[in-house]
């Protein structure tokens, strides 16, 4: 995969974090940022998807994020490229694990909070995660993420959140 430049990252991250002014930027890490929003609060990993020559109506991204004034920890979303077809099965591959999400419009979630922590483990573990789905035209599509940074992403998430209560 091709590597882009970290300061791509940073204005892509920044873009999808808007407004930025909202945002503490935890740091940059391979292809993956960490973020604090105080005004939530909450804290968030996030990357963008791989680029791709293929029609997008979104630009996606995933996101691990945490809530601590609502008890809620390693909390997985994505954003598709594609608005999805409704009840049209959404499946992630992590490494070698795979895990049916749920979702709606051009968003995809895990179905519980036991997902996500599993989901949230494969992502430590593996180089690459790609959903695959139905669009709402009927056509397949993926999306896909480079994890370098990743875990670390991840960590600085939960740590950015850690003495909010």
Wanted: net charge positive; glycine share 10%.
């Amino acid at each position: 995969m091709p590597r882009r430049p970290v300061s791509f990252a940073l204005l892509s991250l920044a873009l999808l974090a808007s407004p930025v002014q909202a945002r503490d930027s935890l740091g940059l890490f391979g292809e993956w940022g960490a973020f604090r929003d105080p005004t939530a609060p909450r804290c968030y990993a996030i990357a963008m998807a791989a680029p791709s020559t293929l029609r997008r109506d979104f630009q996606p991204f995933a996101s691990v994020g945490t809530w601590p004034r609502q008890n809620v920890r390693g909390q997985v979303h994505f954003r598709l490229s594609r608005k999805l077809q409704p009840g049209a099965p959404i499946t992630l591959t992590v490494g070698r694990n795979r895990f049916a999400l749920v979702g709606g419009g051009a968003d995809a979630w895990a179905a519980d909070a036991r997902m996500d922590a599993a989901i949230v483990a494969a992502m430590r573990s593996a180089r690459e995660m790609t959903v695959s789905a139905r669009g709402a035209d009927g056509r397949g599509f993926s999306n896909s993420w480079t994890l370098d940074g990743a875990p670390t992403a991840l960590d600085a998430a939960a740590v950015g959140c850690a003495r909010i209560r």
